[in-house]
């Protein structure tokens, strides 16, 4: 009759099956195969959720300026309440694209240090500690981008441009189409002065003009973000 110590002789401790699986390269290729469609199928899916928020933006966007041009007797301030929309969706696109993102690095270790060198050994392997680094974020996911580095990246590659087409039809309303009043009246909405509005639109697009102007001439991380490294992911 045998004993406790004799049980599961022959056997594989359940704490080193990983270090048993990765000794055999024919599991180890196939396990990093399921590993690579999960992951894959994860970037597919908020990769799918950052478009619905563009998609999105570009509708509400269209409908604005449509409704806007449309009578002379419509207020210009939909326009404004329109770039505040946007933004509200840049922000939510942010949050997304940093959630993506922890996927999508995964993503791109696995083909750049693993794919790449299957195909062309020759070359050497772009991140040599890559299989602890995987490792690492499957233990502790976090993201890997901050809120301001995401925030300025969507800004540039996305909601820039559509402000800036906000902001040219704002002002193409206060002035060609009241060409008779000074831009002071025309701008003016109920309870605030012309002055006012026109001077809180300016500071708004040049502090987000201030942040693309960052993004596009000082990328702080790269695709990997070797230089920073944001809060726990824990959402």
Do not use: C
């Not at 049980?7 to 000794?23: F, H, L, R, S, Y």
């Not at 840049?90 to 794919?115: H, K, M, N, P, S």
């Not at 906000?166 to 193409?172: I, S």
């Amino acid at each position: 009759m045998g004993d406790s110590s004799s049980e599961g002789a022959g056997e594989t401790p359940e704490e080193n099956v990983g270090e048993e699986i990765a000794a055999d390269p024919g599991d180890m290729v196939g396990l990093l195969g399921h590993l690579y469609r999960g992951q894959m199928d994860r970037v597919t899916s908020w990769r799918s959720r950052l478009d619905q928020t563009t998609y999105w933006a570009v509708t509400i966007m269209a409908a604005i300026l449509t409704w806007a041009f449309s009578s002379r007797n419509n207020p210009h301030y939909l326009l404004l309440i329109g770039m505040g929309i946007l933004v509200v969706f840049l922000f939510v696109e942010t949050r997304r694209y940093r959630a993506y993102d922890v996927w999508r690095e995964r993503i791109r270790l696995l083909e750049q240090d693993l794919f790449a060198q299957m195909l062309d050994p020759d070359e050497e392997v772009t991140h040599g500690e890559w299989r602890r680094r995987i490792g690492n974020d499957l233990r502790n996911p976090a993201v890997k981008v901050t809120l301001f580095t995401a925030f300025s990246r969507r800004l540039s590659r996305v909601y820039y441009p559509f402000l800036l087409v906000l902001l040219a039809a704002w002002v193409v309303r206060i002035t060609a189409f009241a060409p008779d009043e000074p831009w002071r009246t025309t701008a003016a909405i109920p309870g605030v002065s012309g002055v006012v509005v026109v001077g809180s639109v300016a500071a708004v697009y040049l502090a987000l003009t201030a942040v693309s102007v960052y993004y596009l001439f000082w990328e702080p991380s790269g695709e990997f973000h070797e230089r920073e490294r944001a809060d726990p992911w824990d959402e």
